[in-house]
């Protein structure tokens, strides 16, 4: 395929873009610099767009609202899995969940057959911020929020990394809370750890990426490399996404 349309498909830029960017000589093909749109290129070639390697391999990563019920594995004999949920048109592309959320937790949850995107999102080396929305049994305290944000002891012993939570709903039982770790249940069991109970949990973001107000529950959007790159950023959102949950929950 012609280099300007490969790139077109693949990063942000235009056609127009990427051949002002080979005259600026700012891609290069298998280490040289690229001298022609038209060009031809495959997935096997290595290019670089002002420094930055592109994911040649054609792969798709999806966004899905997740509801309740439905349980974060491509295959099971008994339960409803995520990937039922899909158009029939994603359901044989070898989608996998980057991590899990359990059944009965709502909201954000990524579907890729991109094996690295899938490392990065779950490898616990790495430390993409997650945003949950939880509903307590009973108000949260100051003195849960403490423990958290100093590395919570879960009640088997493990130690969880700091987390940051805060109660935005007046009754003080909504909570924002952020984890960059992935654990077992860990929302549940940090707040089980901090004298409390999750009577539901709703996960809203990862990274700098957010649920889309308008992606209703069951429904999933194809993501573009632009949402890849705030999925994997690990700058804070908390705050904003505070103030948003404040306001909408008064
Ligand atoms: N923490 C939990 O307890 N459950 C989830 O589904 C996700 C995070």
């Known amino acids: 395929m012609r280099l300007d349309k490969f790139l077109s498909e693949r990063t942000p830029h235009s056609r127009s873009t990427v051949k002002k960017l080979i005259s600026a000589g700012k891609i ?60 029939e048109e994603f359901q044989n592309q070898n989608l996998a969940p980057a991590g899990r959320l359990d059944k009965d937790t709502t909201g954000f949850l990524i579907l890729t057959n991109d094996g690295d995107l899938l490392h990065k999102l779950t490898s616990p080396k790495k430390h993409v911020p997650k945003y949950y929305s939880a509903l307590l049994a009973r108000p949260f305290t100051e003195e849960a929020a403490q423990q958290l944000s100093e590395g919570i002891k879960l009640r ?3 130690l969880c990394k700091p987390a940051e939570a805060a109660a935005y709903s007046r009754d003080g039982r ?66 904003a996404l505070f103030q948003t949950l404040r306001k909408t929950s008064s």
């Open 174 to 239: 909504q909570v924002l809370i952020s984890i960059s770790e992935g654990k077992y249940h860990q929302v549940k069991r940090m707040m089980a750890a901090a004298g409390n109970h999750v009577e539901k949990l709703h996960r809203i973001g990862c990274g700098e990426l957010l649920l889309p107000a308008d992606l209703k529950e069951g429904e999933c959007i194809v993501l573009s490399d632009n949402d890849l790159c705030k999925l994997l950023k690990s700058g804070t959102v908390f705050s």
């Open 156 to 158: 088997d012993g493990t």
């Open 28 to 87: 290069t093909v298998n280490g040289s610099s690229a001298v022609k749109a038209d060009m031809n290129v495959t997935e096997n070639d290595s290019i670089t767009v002002e420094g930055t390697p592109v994911r040649t391999a054609r792969t798709l990563t999806l966004l899905l609202n997740k509801p309740a019920g439905f349980i974060s594995a491509t295959e099971d004999k008994a339960e409803k899995t995520v990937i039922d949920l899909l158009p």
